[in-house]
């Protein structure tokens, strides 16, 4: 990317920022009130809602991610004021995220340093020598009932209430305080509409927004041409370009997902914040080139299942029965 690329960019909009916490916040906390008084008449007439609600998550979930890239507001308080709120609504706690995110921008696509904030990814090779324990985790894993419905709700309501061993101090903390601040919020609601009410909904937002966004970030990094290297031939550039997709999508479905799509202009330059990836990826000829990943295109990455190195292609399970 050029200087000047960077530098028109890399800049945040303090308008585009406020106008994007006006029309996600506020249409999200009005939803909240009809899910209240629907969820007091049916749940069946409360899920309706949710799944809008659950849109607004979701791109509530992308303002979080720009703010853990300081990109959102040019302001670092702003950005961490912002981000530890959106990160309560999506029950994740934002430094320590923050942290293992950044792990998985400089790691992105080498296979020697798989497990930063990603889909467990394993290669033919790997698959074919491991014991049948860890196959049939690997199995469970990847398959889409799991990965895309019981995943969700794991990531977000349990898995994030514990910090990384590797965490430091400071990103422990951010664990506990949000777990406090979610405890409160429950005590609260519950007092307000009861515990029942008030997990019916959160539990049903979350888990919706939640399959939104380990789609995305499935076929972000799982998708036909992707990239992967061992650490010698690992290259930052082509990891961006090749290793993470640009995923087009209908105009409605691209504003809710905050133009995350463009996750290739992403994670070249995690400095743009997501109201100008677009117009960066159509400044240069060569993101033009990028083939597009579409909805329909995306369904192919359901059947993929290990990286084959020898081929540089993702394959099925049949592949780990013949020689790499």
């Not at 961490?80 to 029950?91: D, F, H, M, P, S």
């Not at 898995?159 to 664990?175: D, I, L, M, Y």
Request: aromatic share 14%; with cysteine.
């Amino acid at each position: 990317m050029s200087e000047s690329t960077s530098a028109t960019f890399q800049k945040s909009s303090a308008a585009k920022a406020q106008w994007q916490l006006l029309n996600s916040f506020g249409p999200y906390l009005l939803l909240w009130y009809a899910m209240v008084r629907a969820v007091a008449i049916s749940y069946w007439l409360m899920l309706p809602i949710a799944i809008l609600a659950a849109g607004f998550l979701a791109r509530i979930f992308i303002i979080f991610h720009d703010c853990g890239h300081s990109s959102f507001f040019n302001s670092k308080r702003a950005n961490n004021v912002t981000g530890a709120i959106a990160g309560l609504l999506n029950l994740t706690p934002y430094v320590h995220w923050r942290w293992q995110h950044a792990l998985h921008h400089g790691s992105s696509g080498n296979l020697d340093k798989r497990g930063a904030g990603d889909i467990w990814t394993l290669t033919v090779r790997e698959f074919r020598e491991a014991s049948c324990g860890k196959r049939l985790a690997y199995r469970l894993a990847r398959n889409p009932l799991v990965l895309f419905l019981i995943a969700p709700l794991y990531v977000f309501v349990i898995h994030h209430r514990f910090s990384s061993s590797a965490a430091s101090p400071r990103e422990r903390r951010s664990v506990r305080r949000t777990n406090l601040a979610l405890l409160a919020a429950l005590l609260v609601m519950g007092s307000l509409i009861g515990v029942k009410s008030f997990l019916e909904i959160q539990l049903t937002v979350t888990a919706l927004a939640g399959a939104v966004g380990l789609w995305l970030f499935y076929v972000q990094h799982q998708f036909e041409g992707a990239y992967w290297e061992r650490s010698p031939d690992w290259d930052y550039t082509r990891a961006a370009l090749q290793g993470s997709s640009f995923y087009k999508l209908p105009r409605v479905l691209q504003w809710f997902t905050g133009n995350i799509g463009y996750h290739h202009i992403h994670h070249l330059s995690p400095r743009i914040p997501n109201y100008f990836l677009q117009q960066c990826h159509e400044s240069q000829p060569r993101f033009l080139e990028v083939r597009p990943v579409t909805l329909l295109t995306s369904m192919k990455s359901l059947n993929f299942r290990l990286w084959d190195e020898q081929r540089r292609m993702y394959v099925g399970y049949r592949r780990s029965t013949t020689a790499q």
